[in-house]
C-alpha cells in the first residue's frame, strides 16, 4: 500500500502560479506511475497530468498543456504539479493517485488504486 497527501493549494489570481506536492509512504514510491485528477463543483473528477515511474514519460490533459508540469523526486517520495498561466477553469479540488506498476498512460480514474484527500485551488478572475 501507499498513502498520498497533497499540500500546496490555495487562492491565487488569473495567471499566477502555484506547486501542488504529493508525499507519499508506504511501499516503494518509485513502484508507482503517478497522477494528477482534479474535480470542480458540479463536476466529474477529470485527469490532469500523469508521470511514468522513473519520470521520462509524461502525459497531459489537453486543457492543461504548455501550463502545468508534472515532476516527481523518487529520492523523496514526493510526486509534484507545476501550475502557471492559471485560469479561472482551474478551480477544483486536486488529487493525486498512484498506480502500482501504471503507465503514464493510464488516464481513467478507475485505472488508479490510491487517492489522497485532494487539496483545494481557487483561481479568482
Known amino acids: 500500500q501507499v498513502q498520498l497527501v497533497e499540500s500546496g493549494g490555495g487562492l491565487v489570481q488569473a495567471g499566477g502560479s502555484l506547486r501542488l506536492s504529493c508525499a507519499a509512504s508506504g511501499r516503494t514510491f518509485s513502484s508507482y506511475a503517478m497522477a494528477w485528477f482534479r474535480q470542480a463543483p458540479g463536476k466529474e473528477r477529470e485527469f490532469v497530468a500523469a508521470?511514468?515511474?522513473?519520470?521520462?514519460?509524461?502525459n497531459y490533459a489537453d486543457s492543461v498543456k504548455g501550463r502545468f508540469t508534472i515532476s516527481r523526486d523518487n529520492a523523496e517520495n514526493t510526486l509534484y504539479l507545476q501550475m502557471n498561466s492559471l485560469k479561472p477553469e482551474d478551480t477544483a479540488v486536486y488529487y493525486c493517485?498512484?498506480?502500482?506498476?501504471?503507465?503514464?498512460?493510464?488516464?481513467?480514474?478507475?485505472?488508479?488504486?490510491?487517492w489522497g484527500q485532494g487539496t483545494q485551488v481557487t483561481v479568482s478572475s
Open positions: 493517485a498512484a498506480r502500482y506498476r501504471g503507465s503514464y498512460y493510464n488516464t481513467r480514474q478507475n485505472e488508479y488504486n490510491y
Open positions: 508521470i511514468s515511474w522513473n519520470g521520462a514519460g509524461t
